[in-house]
């Protein structure tokens, strides 16, 4: 069983910026997705761990140029930087791992393990 524990969701003005945290209880491919009310899960942005310091990022169209994801091998943490909210990045965050090996997904199916969601609200 993998514990995973967010933290930086919030309030915040369109523009604006937010750091989301996730560590984990080891040291995984991981991720984040968003779900909206009334919509489905997301993708949003992953990076892998291979067991060296090479590692891939990929994030959706949506996302690129105003999220970063990054991770913290030491400390098992991964982050995801979000600059230039727009209201409809407003959803709860989802952190998440992949267990069965470090291979690159952005597929929801193929991650295994899941935090409790961050809200992230983007409103004037």
């Known amino acids: 069983q993998v514990q995973l524990v967010e933290s930086g969701g919030g309030l915040v003005q369109p523009g604006g910026s937010l750091r989301l945290s996730c560590v984990a209880s080891?040291?995984?491919?991981m991720g984040w997705f968003r779900q909206a009310p009334g919509k489905e899960r997301e993708f949003v942005a992953a990076?892998?761990?291979?067991?060296?310091?090479?590692?891939?990022?990929d994030y959706a169209d949506s996302v690129k140029g105003r999220f970063t994801i990054s991770r913290d091998n030491a400390k098992n943490t991964v982050y995801l930087q979000m600059n230039s909210l727009k209201p409809e990045d407003t959803a709860v965050y989802y952190c998440?791992?992949?267990?069965?090996?470090?291979?690159?997904?952005?597929?929801?199916?193929?991650?295994?393990?899941w935090g409790q969601g961050t809200q992230v609200t983007v409103s004037e």
């Open positions: 998440t791992v992949r267990v069965r090996g470090p291979t690159r997904t952005t597929s929801l199916g193929d991650y295994d393990y």
């Open positions: 080891g040291r995984y491919t």
């Open positions: 990076i892998t761990w291979s067991g060296s310091y090479v590692y891939y990022t």
